[in-house]
């Protein structure tokens, strides 16, 4: 005996029925060559094809998760890899903190996409304001995930600078302060220091980890501790001798506390760094703002792809006499580096 169905059954039945049908007429379409490129608006389509939008617009998304299509909010479906990139036509929003908005790589973007913008203290972009940019530069520490998914499901180049978003890939532009800083640990623990302070920004360990890397290989009866420019003066007087900092910006700081405080520089503390900087405030390893600008173009001209990529910048060693084997005299401080040392910029 045929099974009963309930009006409510068959016209599910139907209805799942026509909705399969009409996900292979559309792929048909595609795979026939009579869509192509860009892909009509979801209105146009549901009348060709005799249904509602709804029901098109589900098609549409199914057949995008299997790969056949590409569906970008704001710019329409598309015929897998048909879809144009974004490129660099149009300004670029640089998110950052009022501090990285008067840096040197801030305004070399902006000099280089003239009406680019930048913006801080984000919690949400409004879908008109963000559709203006061409390419997003994240040089902030604590940009939420939130706007970062809404630039990517736009499909907007984002490029974020010196850190890794933790929800989503994006392509990046580091410096390599893992090699800077230990390479620098190295040659402070084989001068005889024995307490070393990395200052780092809240929430990073780049620069600890890489201290503890080199101490465990160099010197195991080594000292590492943590803490912000700031606080500097009071771990001094705990006995350390020796500081690296993350960036030139907490060099030039730290620099600043110890002049204040009547603390030489080298004489009673050598003062290392690595990051981004015209002219370094102190010895250590730096890339150009030149260099790490003209990589985050590089990035963002080449439009958004579906593979993230990372560009690792090396920076150059720069003596600036601020460092003593431990034990020196203050005498020392003028004495002629023995060497130089450099490795070129990789990207």
């Given at each position: ?44 389509l ?8 709804k ?112 929800a ?104 290392v ?21 003209d990589?985050?173009?590089?990035l ?13 910048l ?34």
């Amino acid at each position: 005996m045929d099974q009963i169905r309930s009006p409510r059954q068959r016209n599910h039945t139907g209805m799942s029925y026509k909705f399969q049908r009409l996900r292979e007429r559309v792929r048909q379409a595609v795979t026939s060559g009579e869509l192509s490129g860009k892909l009509p608006g979801e209105r146009e389509l549901a009348k060709r094809f005799h249904v509602n939008a709804k029901t098109l617009s589900k098609a549409l998304t199914d057949l995008a998760a299997e790969g056949l299509l590409e569906r970008s909010i704001g710019r329409g479906t598309f015929v897998k890899g048909s879809e144009p990139p974004r490129t660099a036509q149009g300004p670029w929003l640089l998110i950052c903190t009022p501090e990285d908005a008067e840096s040197s790589v801030a305004q070399a973007l902006v000099r280089a996409n003239p009406g680019s913008q930048t913006a801080h203290g984000l919690v949400a972009l409004r879908p008109s304001f963000i559709n203006q940019f061409a390419g997003v530069v994240d040089m902030a520490s604590d940009t939420p995930d939130a706007i970062l998914r809404d630039l990517i499901v736009r499909n907007i180049p984002v490029v974020s600078v010196n850190r890794r978003p933790a929800a989503y890939a994006t392509d990046a532009v580091r410096i390599d302060a893992p090699f800077g800083a230990e390479s620098l640990a190295r040659d402070l623990l084989l001068a005889g220091h024995r307490r070393v302070l990395a200052i780092e920004a809240r929430n990073q360990t780049t620069i600890t980890t890489a201290l503890r890397r080199a101490a465990a290989r160099y010197a195991p009866d080594a000292s590492i501790d943590t803490c912000f420019p700031r606080e500097v003066c009071v771990a001094l007087e705990y006995g350390a001798t020796a500081v690296i900092c993350d960036s030139a910006t907490s060099a030039v700081q730290t620099l600043e506390l110890l002049r204040q405080h009547d603390l030489d520089v080298p004489g009673r503390v050598s003062v290392v760094a690595v990051g981004s900087a015209s002219e370094p405030p102190c010895t250590g390893y730096f890339v150009t703002p030149e260099q790490e600008a003209d990589a985050i173009q590089q990035l963002l001209r080449r439009g958004a792809t579906n593979r993230p990529t990372t560009l690792w910048l090396s920076g150059r060693f720069h003596d600036r006499g601020t460092t003593l084997p431990l034990g020196d005299s203050a005498a020392a401080i003028h004495a002629p580096a023995s060497h130089e040392r450099s490795r070129a910029v990789a990207v």
